[in-house]
């Protein structure tokens, strides 16, 4: 199991979010703990993936030698992407 790791960044733009949207984000957090490369991310870089949640995408980086996952942006993809 992969330990999360929140960047300050990430956590101020996830408790702005509407509770269903907030649990929907830490269920997806869960989900990566056990699989921090599910068939559905996106390699953006070396160790760099990115995860759909609804509207919104979760940018994090893998460190497998320590099995810790830094979770480091939140973002809101415009409609069609």
């Known amino acids: 199991m992969y330990a999360i790791e929140e960047g300050a960044e990430f956590r101020g733009q996830v408790f702005d979010l509407h509770p269903k949207r907030f649990k929907q984000v830490y269920l997806r957090l869960s989900a990566l703990q056990l699989n921090p490369r599910p068939p559905d991310a996106q390699m953006l ?14 940018s994090y980086e893998i460190d497998d030698e320590r099995r810790r996952v830094r979770v480091f942006l939140l973002e809101v993809m415009a409609e069609g992407e």
């Open 45 to 58: 870089d070396e160790n760099i993936y990115r995860v759909r949640v609804g509207p919104y995408r979760i």
